[in-house]
DNA sequence: ACTTATTGGTTGAAGATTCAACAAGCTTGG
DNA sequence: CCAAGCTTGTTGAATCTTCAACCAATAAGT
């Protein structure tokens, strides 16, 4: 029941190497989207999903999901995309609960300002310091965890 | 000069695997430290390099740099620990300007319990779900960023 | 149809993080 | 010695996130 189950020498390693990287590197690019757009990384996240959506339009609950947020902290995060101009929102069709969120043509603008800048700084900090090997290796271990933290709800 | 370099297919992928992973993870993890013993990852990074500091005492400086936090943060949520009674600050004998964070016997105590729990929820979301040669890959990986990221500065 | 439960989304307050400004102690150069 | 310039750490305000409570609309059960 009680058993610690520690991990070993190299799991240790690993796992810490990871979280240093993942919040130095989360936060240099928060910064970085920051400093040269003024848009924080949920922001960011946010019009990207939209970008990519069917007529750039979601509904609030699929943005939700998509961008990993929570509902709550979408909504508000959108009223601030909202107020920038970025995105408008508007009720959905067949669903009058139902919110859409849509990326404005100053909004898609700016995210392709914004994208390429963000790739470079992607790439400078990640992609290419990184064994291609190695990248895939981790592409498939994180696909192992958003699954298995999936099944936790 | 403002040549895109786009991801390509796979890196695409793999980023992105990436950062849902992460995210999802962090998110969880949160929860977890949060639900069973009232501690947020922040708070609980800070008395994991307390406890393994000789003297289980560290400066704040050097508690900041180990815990990848601004020193900001660090004075904000040391005085959180410290009203929790798990950590103590006190005056630097060399440096007056300095200052000792110290886990105090509470807080060594607590610490334990929560890194049994902690570590299990890892093993179950991470540890345990990679492959082992793939979580070397991601230990390989992420000192590569770190080391990129520190050049930044 | 009617009551109840569930889902979609928002809100405001509480909590955590960032940012800029600051005080106090060390250090260096003249 | 001392004045200007770093470094250390804290503070308060602004910003962002979480949490719990809430309303409105749909779905389900009887």
Known sequence: ??????????????????IEGSVRLADLLDRDLK??????????????????????RLRMAEL???????????????????CKGLVSRGTCGDDKRGVNAE?????????????????????????DVIDPEDLKAVGRAFSAVVEQVGKAR
């Open 1 to 18: 029941m009680s058993e610690p189950r520690w991990l070993d020498a190299s799991q240790q390693r690993d796992w810490r190497a990871y």
């Open 64 to 82: 939700a999901e998509y961008a990993s947020q929570s509902r709550s902290r979408l909504s508000h995060t959108v009223a601030r995309l909202e």
């Open 35 to 56: 400093a040269k757009h003024g848009l924080t990384t949920a922001e960011y996240e946010i019009l990207v999903r939209l970008s990519e959506a069917p007529d750039r």
């Open 103 to 127: 990326l404005t043509e100053k909004g898609f603008a700016f995210l392709e300002r914004a994208a390429r800048d963000h790739v470079a700084t992607v790439r400078e900090y990640f992609i």
